[in-house]
Nanobody
Framework: QVQLVESGGGLVQAGGSLRLACAAS????????MGWYRQAPGKQRELVAR???????NYADSVKDRFTISGDKSKITVYLQMNSLKPEDTAIYYC??????WGQGTQVTVSS
């Protein structure tokens, strides 16, 4: 069993920044394959960013150069630094471990 707990969402003005954190616990021993997804109202859930245990990352085109995913292997925690936020980034952000386990989601709202 794996538990993922997200934190750091909130309301921010366009151009602002937020940092999300996802702490994993239970039967998980690395950050390999952990990532962030988001789902806006009326839209499908989409990948935002993902990281491997050796630090390789991939991003959705819409967030490249604005968002950065990182991880703390000792804490089994991944972070998502979001800069230059846009109203279209408004969504519920979910942490995932290998697309098998999911967090409860954290709301990010960007006002124009």
């Amino acid at each position: 069993q794996v538990q993922l707990v997200e934190s750091g969402g909130g309301l921010v003005q366009a151009g602002g920044s937020l940092r999300l954190a996802c702490a994993a616990s239970g039967s998980i021993f690395s950050i390999n394959g952990m990532g962030w997804y988001r789902q806006a109202p009326g839209k499908q859930r989409e990948l935002v960013a993902r990281i491997t245990n050796i630090g390789s990352t991939n991003y959705a085109d819409s967030v490249k150069d604005r968002f950065t995913i990182s991880g703390d292997k000792s804490k089994i925690t991944v972070y998502l630094q979001m800069n230059s936020l846009k109203p279209e980034d408004t969504a519920i952000y979910y942490c995932s471990a290998r697309n098998v386990w999911w967090g409860q989601g954290t709301q990010v709202t960007v006002s124009s």
